[in-house]
């Protein structure tokens, strides 16, 4: 299944228990869509979220907000059912935002184009609440957004982040070429991976019993990828022949989002997808969403990687070890 979302897509997400999907588009627009089995995917919101890009889009709240961050510096929550603003922080980052996504209930992780990384609460009930952070007692008065911890670990864009929660630590990639693990009961910045020469795109946990992710690249193919030993196994999708932005799985794992330059959300069967030796035929036909309102360009696109490495960076290349020691202690 094919939409044609009318504006570059930047990100991508999945309601955690409904067939719904959003996106972020390059001209600031939220889109909400009810997907439902082969029929046309139905359009529920076209909301202008922000006057520059919608760079990160999260349901939130067990998806009855979505939550958005921008070039502008805002983070805006918005009502699934009425697409109406609920919550709005306009100033939560001094650079342009990139990536968010939720920790608990109350609180989100949010990363900018310099590097830094944010812990907020984004609450909306007008009431006075106590909460535990693990390092000390705070009260706050969730009418208001606050930050609750600042990490200024890295020189470049953060480009992806996930949070295990069992440990309470943060992980997070960026265009420097580190990967940073924050640990939220300390408040502080754990450890730090060496430098690699290309810039990280993406981060995931993988559990012990998992051997096998999916993973999109820049010619748009989507490849099945082993774990352990490391190998792609084998190309099963092919969005486009421009680079895959991001990739999302629906809340049951039975579809498989993949955005692209090409302007088109495809909602992948993850059945049909892993029956067979490949499936990596194009289709060209997609569902029309062409009333697109004009393309605002995104002047503040996260900066390429500087070269600013250390001296210590080497070939970028950490050996065994080196990894072994560094997720030791996740």
Known sequence: MEI?????????????????????LINGYLLLYRYAGVSEPQRLLKVRA????????????????ILTGSPD???????VETGAKIAHLEHAHTAPINRIINLTESTIASGDDE????????????????????????VWDTRQQ???????????????????????????????????????????????SE?????????????????????????????????LPNRIIQPIAEHSEYPVE???????KNILGSISHDQILKLWDMDELLQGPSNVARNDSAVSDSDSDGMDVDSDLPKPSKGTKTKNAGNGQASSSSFN?????L
């Open 325 to 329: 020691e560094f997720f030791a202690d």
């Open 246 to 252: 991001r990739l999302a799985f629906s809340h049951d």
């Open 50 to 65: 922000h006057k520059k890009s919608c760079r990160a889009a999260r349901f939130i709240n067990d998806g009855r907000a």
């Open 4 to 24: 044609n979302l009318g504006g570059l897509p930047f990100d991508v997400d999945f309601h955690p228990s409904d067939s719904l999907v959003t996106a972020g």
């Open 115 to 138: 590097g830094c990384i944010k812990v907020q609460f984004l609450l909306y009930e007008a009431r006075v609440d106590f909460y535990h952070l693990g390092w000390n007692w705070k």
């Open 73 to 79: 510096c805002s983070i805006l929550a918005t009502d």
């Open 195 to 227: 430098f690699s020469e290309d810039e990280l795109l993406s981060v995931v946990i993988m559990k012990l019993d998992e051997d096998r992710l999916i993973t999109g690249s820049y010619n748009g193919l989507i490849s099945l990828v082993g774990i």
């Open 146 to 192: 606050s930050c609750c911890g600042t990490f200024e670990v890295h020189e470049e864009y953060i480009s992806d982040m996930t949070f295990a929660s069992d440990s309470m630590r943060l992980l997070a990639t960026s265009g420097d070429g580190t990967l940073s693990v924050c640990n939220l009961r300390s408040n502080k910045v754990q450890a730090q």
